[in-house]
């Protein structure tokens, strides 16, 4: 589906996608399922830019998402790891992405 590019300079993870059906994927996994206020405000960008770019429809769902308990845990062990000065490994930090993915 794309491709993952791990920074540990800036400690950050790029997630590239090129094929529009690709796209058109994530934009369905995630529509309607972004808790983060900020987060859904650049979701909706993201989804008009991709309907300008290839003359779709495509509407945001309603935003009442709950996380799911996953993503708590994810997030927990994230939190773990940084404050122990720990980073994850690209590998390790692929195979979690996946896991997360699986279960939405």
């Known amino acids: 589906m794309g491709s993952i590019s791990i920074s540990k300079k800036s400690n950050s993870a790029l997630f590239i996608v090129k094929a529009k059906d690709n796209i058109k994927n994530l934009i369905d ?54 404050n122990e000065g720990q980073t994850y490994e690209k590998e390790e930090f692929k195979s979690i992405i996946k896991w997360i993915l699986w279960r939405i």
């Open 29 to 82: 996994i995630f529509n309607g399922k972004i808790y983060i206020k900020k987060k859904q405000i650049q979701f909706e960008k993201w989804i008009s830019n991709y309907n300008n770019k290839y003359k779709y429809d495509i509407k945001t769902k309603n935003w009442n998402y709950q996380p799911y308990r996953c993503w708590r845990f994810f997030y927990g062990i994230c939190n773990k790891k940084k």
